[in-house]
């Protein structure tokens, strides 16, 4: 499979916990999104990477949480000190920018559950 | 008012029905148009690309985009029961990030 790839695909965690989650982008893919969706809602944007540089976190809703892409390949985000209203579906994509076009492609996504 | 507005249905049709889904917008620096199709639980998949202004067909699926009038539309003729998922308008701004702004997504059900 050459999609993009998220693992786990579910998290349930305690309030409090930290959760971290993974994202394969298609090969040679330069950029790498990540989303949230909360239900009836569109996918909204946290931040981006090109290769391995973090160019716009705006969209990272507190300092808990973090984003890595070290290798320039797959990526991690991490939420600390979960609270309820991280409970939300977290997406990622990737797109083959600068230089291709610019369709993003996404992943199945982990769905965060904090109880 | 949110930067792009999307009917959020639900909407309820026969099979072999035209359905039309329709965005508007209202940033006019937006110049990529995508439409996506969710089904419950899982990723978007991307079904439909347009640069700017103009039609674009791909089999039973068309996307329009009026730039003049900030409105976007996907067509899908002779609909099936398959094509029953939600279905999402996305856009992006050239330059910068380029990351996609959604719309709130349409529930679509089609009827055997």
């Known amino acids: 499979d050459t999609g993009v790839s998220q693992n786990p695909r579910h998290k349930i965690t305690k309030r409090g916990q930290n959760v971290t989650f993974r994202c394969d982008p298609i090969?040679?893919?330069?950029?790498l999104y990540w989303y949230r969706q909360t239900l009836g809602q569109g996918p909204e944007f946290l931040t981006y990477?090109?290769?391995?540089?973090?160019?716009?976190k705006s969209g990272l809703l507190s300092d808990r949480f973090s984003a890595e892409r070290p290798k320039g390949s797959f990526s991690t985000l991490e939420i600390q000190r979960t609270e309820q209203g991280d409970s939300a579906m977290y997406l990622c994509?990737?797109?083959?920018?600068?230089?291709?076009?610019?369709?993003?492609?996404f992943g199945p996504g982990t769905r965060l559950t904090v109880t | 008012q949110k930067e792009v507005e999307q009917d959020p249905g639900p909407l309820s049709v026969p099979e072999g029905a035209i359905v039309s889904l329709n965005c508007t917008y209202s940033?006019?620096?937006?110049?990529?148009f995508m439409w996506y199709r969710q089904y419950s639980r899982k990723g978007p998949e991307l079904l439909m690309y347009?640069?700017?202004?103009g039609n674009k067909e791909d089999g039973r699926f068309t996307a329009q985009v009026d730039k003049s009038s900030k409105y976007i539309s996907l067509f899908i003729r002779d609909s099936q029961p398959s094509d029953s998922a939600t279905y999402l308008c996305?856009?992006?701004?050239?330059?910068?990030?380029?990351?996609?702004?959604f719309g709130k997504g349409t529930k679509l059900t089609v009827n055997p």
């Open positions: 994509a990737s797109s083959p920018r600068p230089g291709g076009s610019y369709e993003q492609y």
């Open positions: 090969s040679e893919h330069n950029r």
């Open positions: 990477f090109q290769n391995e540089a973090q160019l716009e």
């Open positions: 940033n006019s620096a937006f110049q990529y």
């Open positions: 347009t640069y700017s202004s």
């Open positions: 996305a856009m992006s701004a050239q330059g910068g990030s380029e990351k996609l702004v």
